[in-house]
């Protein structure tokens, strides 16, 4: 048998159905090939068993033995005992021949797969996509390197960079693709918050389209009955600083958290030097005096601006949509 990239790919595309469901785990995804060059397992990871095991007994419910088979994961097997044991463990006594992984795991605790698959006798090649991989798991890999979350804001805004109009008007900006866009998207998130500016103004849902994330409200002022309120609810943090919001996040081991808005929360995380990612619908009209996005203090030195650059650029319907990406980041 030989690696063909089709395989690592389509476990990369795996994990990301994961998005939202793993937290403080990353997102894994798994391809299994018998010698024949068949695909005859496939799973990803969403909170229960990991990604590995899950492929194995989807190979095993269609009446195929792993026995000699090809193992395509997104990330290096781990090699640690938690809620699970280890996959490196399992893959070994399911008797599979070959292991190839897109990226090594960066976490201490779980790495290790590979050497131990190794000298199982299995032959193992790894970090065969690293970019690829780094790119879907950006969240956790955030997580690992900093310690905290990584922090999304999502802006709807007009050409001119309004996102309400002067007597509070939001509904609706954007067009109702972007919008089922964005909720499709919010779903990929471990939470999401807003302000409680927005929480009065919008008494918004904040639903995801299949399932929920999270839910937080950020301020101080008590807040009436919310449509929030409904389903699994929120929990408020009556706080302005960003460090104990992160160290709450953190605590709970969220990798991934989006900032929906309002303009006052935003600008104060964009202020407090936390936002590593953006994510910008705009819509193709102008509105005139009405709230700005973004509204900070204008920098006193020139080049204390914040750098952040596009990722990805796409057309829903006559709106943008672009991801952009904290300068200097991966
Ligand atoms: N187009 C869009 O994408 C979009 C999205 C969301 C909202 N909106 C619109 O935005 C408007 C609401 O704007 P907003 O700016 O009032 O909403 P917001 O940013 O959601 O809420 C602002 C409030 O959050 C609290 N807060 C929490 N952390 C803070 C911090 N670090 N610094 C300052 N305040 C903090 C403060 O309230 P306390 O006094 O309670 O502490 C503040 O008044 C509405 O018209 C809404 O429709 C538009």
Request: hydrophobic residues 40%; contains cysteine; proline residues 4%.
């Amino acid at each position: 048998m030989s690696y063909e990239e089709k395989h690592l790919l389509h476990a990369i595309e795996l994990a990301e159905r994961g998005l939202g469901q793993t937290f403080p785990n990353p997102i894994v995804g798994a391809v299994i090939v018998n010698p024949e060059g068949e695909v005859i397992g496939e799973g990803f990871h969403a909170g229960g068993d990991h990604a590995e095991i899950v492929a194995i007994k989807d190979a095993q419910s269609k009446g195929y033995g792993v026995t000699g088979a090809s193992v395509y994961c997104s990330l290096e097997p781990c090699n640690h005992s938690g809620k699970t044991p280890p996959c490196s463990t399992s893959l070994i006594e399911a008797g599979v021949a070959e292991v190839y992984f897109a990226l090594s795991d960066p976490n201490p605790i779980a790495a290790g797969g590979a050497s131990a698959l190794r000298e199982a006798g299995v032959q193992v090649e790894g970090d065969l996509l690293v970019n690829d991989a780094v790119y879907s798991n950006r969240a956790w890999i955030t997580k690992v390197r900093l310690g905290r979350p990584r922090i999304t804001v999502k802006i709807a805004q007009t050409l001119d960079g309004r996102v309400a109009a002067s007597d509070g008007k939001s509904k609706w900006i954007t067009n109702d693709s972007a919008r089922a866009h964005a909720k499709q998207l919010r779903e990929q998130f471990d939470a999401i918050c807003v302000g409680t500016g927005t929480a009065v103004a919008d008494n918004p849902t904040l639903r995801g389209a299949t399932r929920n994330p999270k839910r937080f409200v950020i301020g101080n002022r008590d807040l009436p009955s919310l449509a929030l309120n409904q389903e699994e609810g929120f929990e408020q943090l009556k706080t302005h600083d960003f460090t104990h919001v992160l160290k709450v996040f953190s605590d709970k081991g969220f990798n991934s958290v989006l900032i929906e808005g309002g303009p006052t929360l935003i600008s104060a995380a964009l202020s407090s030097d936390v936002v590593d990612e953006i994510h910008l619908y705009q819509a193709g009209s102008i509105l005139g005096s009405g709230k700005s996005s973004v509204d900070i203090p204008e920098f006193t030195d020139f080049s204390h601006q914040l750098h952040y650059e596009i990722t990805a650029l796409s057309i829903i319907e006559g709106d943008i949509f672009a991801i952009y990406f904290k300068k200097d980041d991966q």
